[in-house]
């Protein structure tokens, strides 16, 4: 593993959820949700994920948080006495232990939260779960939650259908909190709210991320977000992260074409500022039939042949700066207008 600052590092990550046919059920290929992917985020830093929907996103979040079981690869966590354990191979019995320090925000503030369950019970729950409170120790460590998110504590005993979508929100960035987690998986955790409530949400994280010294994978489809929030960013490709750098560096200076593509279409807020949309041509390659070579060469106006035949290697291109394309250090891409 890396530094001692290296709280998490997911090396070669795949899923493959098989394709059955048939009366027998025969596995007659795979869907390759996540192919090989490589990330590391540092205790206290937020590595911002982003991609097109369905590229494997959320599927690499539940695999790290092992809510669904990687098919292969390795996921290494610093524990608080600064040990490195493999996730991967850990018991369902010691693995509920490091559930503590790893714990997830939904993208649906309405669906993620139980509407026959109170405030105090929804927050409360994994403090039962994990044997952290109970009674009065209970209900005190709930309304310090509520407090902590910006929600009134006199409302430990109402539904969540009293709420606003950005107050449930909260409700379930207190109900992650309560186990004193390390890392938060943040999942398209502001898309399905309004942008003054997601300016708000977004407010909330860093200030909980100071505060308790947090680490965040967060995951949106929302470049704008993406750049408030990130120290580090993953671009993701069919399965496949095809970059990564620090946040600056990615939208100054790109090394992957798709990423080139998903900055052209970043808004700006300037009527003077002309931009040049490049719209790519074709559909997103299929995980279950991904193209050869590199999976991004049919949509690519780079692309040459070896494109086609040969995968491209995801390493350092420049100083801390990985990218998966033959000619990244070659060619010179454009960045986000306004950078």
Same mark, same amino acid.
Not at 60 to 73: D, F, N, Q, V
Not at 131 to 141: P, V, Y
């Given at each position: $593993?890396?530094?001692?600052? =290296?709280?998490?590092?997911?090396?070669? $990550?795949?899923?493959?959820?098989?394709?059955?046919?048939?009366?027998?059920?025969?596995?007659?290929?795979?869907?390759?949700?996540?192919?090989?992917?490589?990330? =590391?985020?540092?205790?206290?830093?937020?590595?911002?994920?982003?991609?097109?929907?369905?590229?494997?996103?959320?599927?690499?979040?539940?695999?790290?948080?092992?809510?669904?079981?990687?098919?292969?690869?390795?996921?290494?966590?610093?524990?608080?006495?600064?040990?490195?354990?493999?996730? =991967?191979?850990?018991?369902?019995? +010691?693995?509920?232990?490091?559930?503590?320090?790893?714990?997830?925000? *939904?993208?649906?503030?309405?669906?993620?939260?139980?509407?026959?369950?109170?405030?105090?019970?929804?927050?409360?729950?994994?403090?039962?779960?994990?044997?952290?409170?109970?009674?009065?120790?209970?209900?005190?460590?709930?309304?310090?939650? $509520?407090?902590?998110?910006?929600?009134?504590?006199?409302?430990?005993?109402?539904?969540?259908?009293? *709420?606003?979508?950005?107050?449930?929100?909260?409700?379930?960035?207190?109900?992650?909190?309560? =186990?004193?987690?390390?890392?938060?998986?943040?999942?398209?955790?502001?898309?399905?709210?309004?942008?003054?409530?997601?300016?708000?949400?977004?407010?909330?994280?860093? +200030?909980?991320?100071?505060?308790?010294?947090?680490?965040?994978?967060?995951?949106?489809?929302?470049?704008?977000?993406?750049?408030?929030?990130?120290?580090?960013?993953?671009?993701?490709?069919?399965?496949?992260?095809?970059?990564?750098?620090?946040?600056?560096?990615?939208?100054?200076?790109?090394?992957?074409?798709?990423?080139?593509?998903?900055?052209?279409?970043?808004?700006?807020?300037?009527?003077?500022?002309?931009?040049?949309?490049?719209?790519?041509?074709?559909?997103?390659?299929?995980?279950?039939?991904?193209?050869?070579?590199?999976?991004?060469?049919?949509?690519?106006?780079?692309?040459?042949?070896?494109?086609?035949?040969?995968?491209?290697? *995801?390493?350092?291109?420049?100083?801390?700066?990985?990218?998966?394309?033959?000619?990244?250090?070659?060619?010179?891409?454009?960045?986000?207008?306004?950078?």
């Amino acid at each position: $593993m890396g530094t001692e600052a =290296t709280l998490l590092e997911v090396n070669a $990550m795949k899923k493959y959820f098989p394709i059955k046919k048939g009366f027998l059920k025969r596995t007659v290929g795979y869907v390759k949700a996540v192919d090989d992917v490589h990330l =590391t985020i540092n205790e206290g830093e937020t590595f911002g994920l982003v991609g097109e929907s369905g590229c494997g996103k959320s599927t690499l979040g539940r695999c790290i948080l092992r809510a669904i079981e990687p098919t292969e690869g390795s996921i290494k966590f610093r524990n608080q006495k600064g040990n490195v354990v493999d996730i =991967t191979e850990l018991s369902p019995k +010691d693995l509920r232990n490091y559930r503590r320090d790893m714990q997830l925000i *939904f993208q649906d503030p309405y669906s993620s939260l139980n509407p026959r369950m109170t405030v105090l019970n929804i927050i409360g729950e994994p403090l039962i779960c994990n044997k952290i409170a109970s009674g009065n120790q209970l209900r005190e460590r709930v309304k310090s939650l $509520m407090e902590v998110v910006g929600l009134n504590s006199k409302h430990l005993e109402r539904y969540p259908h009293a *709420f606003s979508g950005g107050q449930r929100q909260r409700i379930g960035i207190a109900r992650a909190l309560a =186990t004193n987690p390390r890392l938060l998986i943040c999942d398209e955790s502001v898309s399905a709210l309004d942008v003054s409530i997601q300016a708000q949400i977004l407010n909330l994280l860093e +200030d909980l991320q100071e505060q308790f010294n947090l680490s965040y994978l967060f995951i949106s489809h929302d470049l704008g977000v993406i750049q408030h929030i990130s120290d580090k960013i993953g671009v993701m490709y069919v399965g496949k992260m095809v970059e990564s750098a620090a946040t600056d560096d990615v939208f100054k200076n790109p090394k992957h074409p798709y990423t080139e593509s998903l900055l052209s279409a970043k808004p700006v807020p300037d009527p003077r500022v002309k931009k040049e949309r490049i719209v790519l041509q074709g559909e997103v390659a299929n995980p279950a039939n991904p193209p050869s070579g590199c999976y991004f060469h049919p949509r690519c106006k780079y692309a040459k042949d070896i494109c086609r035949k040969k995968a491209p290697a *995801f390493e350092e291109v420049a100083p801390g700066h990985f990218a998966a394309c033959h000619f990244a250090k070659d060619l010179q891409l454009t960045g986000a207008a306004g950078q």
